[in-house]
């Protein structure tokens, strides 16, 4: 082989390298570009489910107040304290 065709090669070798490395250098960096927008969403995630959470702990914490405790037999199962009388006041039609 001429010496000709021997750098021609050699030119051609490592110019494909070099493409190989740039192709893999993009595609790490689109996969890392990907990766940080996942790992922001899973932490808006992450935020959303504390807050909700701790809203979830005051309504525990609410339900065991004496005061709620009787709104709710009050209001959904109809019951009075002893010597207590409910008035309704009945629909009148027009």
């Known amino acids: 082989m001429t010496s ?11 110019l494909f390298i070099m493409i190989y490395v ?3 250098l993009v595609a790490q960096q689109l996969k890392m570009m990907d ?3 996942q790992e ?11 807050q909700e959470r701790e809203q979830l702990k005051k309504q525990i914490q609410l339900l065991h107040t004496d005061s709620y405790i009787e709104m709710i037999a ?6 009075v304290k002893p010597d207590e009388y409910i008035y309704k006041k009945s629909k009148s039609s027009p």
């Open 22 to 24: 740039v192709c893999t």
């Open 4 to 14: 000709k065709k021997r750098f021609r090669i050699r030119h051609l070798i490592l």
């Open 40 to 50: 922001a969403e899973l932490k808006r995630q992450i935020e959303a489910a504390m």
């Open 35 to 37: 990766l940080a927008r």
């Open 74 to 79: 009050r209001d959904k199962l109809g019951l």
